[in-house]
């Protein structure tokens, strides 16, 4: 193998920077000639690819975003898309791939590889860490500090005024952000959608901390099955029924996927990027480099993805503990 391509693709997420970097210069320590292909899978149709440098990924190691910028791209999801992408990437002579992203640019690699059986080795950018494959995923980290330095700072104004604050966070149809910032933050509830919540639950759990707090925070996974937090706050209130109690809603949104990624999302996202590269040249074809247990390891596409990675138990329970 003499040239390879890397891009980011879906949700962008904070390392992705990090991993960019890691993949270009792993690729250019082992002889390897390395292409940048621009906005995903949309830039692959559209041949929008350049060759990188090693300097061309200098001093975006600490930045959020990703420099090759991300889509979520309808065409490639289309026999005729994926034959666009294709040609270009035949015309550039690339004969590896390393694709940064989360679930639904997997499953694009791993129909892509299917059609036309370029190796391609994945790397696990995503703030939701919803991915088999890995202990966590490169941006979590770092959405979870953001979602935390929010909280912090609700819970401040929440005690000022006596309130009681629903705090919608980000993860999709996954509850990991949710439950890390509610156990960093002392929440006095958390609400994921992996666990059906009872409303009454969360009713109790507020009478009970009025006894001796005058102010509490829920936090909302926004793919919870009992709606966003708006309408968790609307139910409540109304199963309160206290007027003396005042009830607020912030979403976070996201401010959760941007900002400069944390030490350990760059050490991860860095590790993953040179492990991707070391996979293509080891015949690793379509398959996803994680870290499990402080180990590198590669995991078939298949496997990571459209199963419900299970949240830590432990999480759970020291939730529920804590918030007595
Ligand atoms: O997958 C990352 C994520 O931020 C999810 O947490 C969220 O549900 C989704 O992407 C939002 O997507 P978009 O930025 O396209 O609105």
Redesign the pocket.
Known sequence: MKKIAVFTS????PGMNACVRAVVRTAIFKGLEVYGIYRGYEGMIDGDIKRLQSHSVSNIVQRGGTVLKSA?SMEFKTPEGRKKAYDNLKAHGIEGLVAIG???TFTGAKIFFEEYGIPTIGCPG???N?LYGTDYTIGFDT?VNTALEAIDKIRDTAAAHDRIFFIEV?????GF?AVESGIGGGAEFVMVPETKTDLNDVVKSLKNNRKNRFSSIVVVA??DEAGNAQTVMEIVKNKVNDPTKDFKVTTLG?I??GGNPTARDRVLASRCGMSAVEGLLAGHQFHMAGVVNQQVVFTPFVDCIGMNKPLIADHLKLMKILSI
Do not use: L
């Open positions: 879906g949700g962008d997420s979520r989360g679930d639904g995503t703030i939701d919803d959405a980000m993860g999709r149809d996954a952000i926004e793919g996201h959760q996927r």
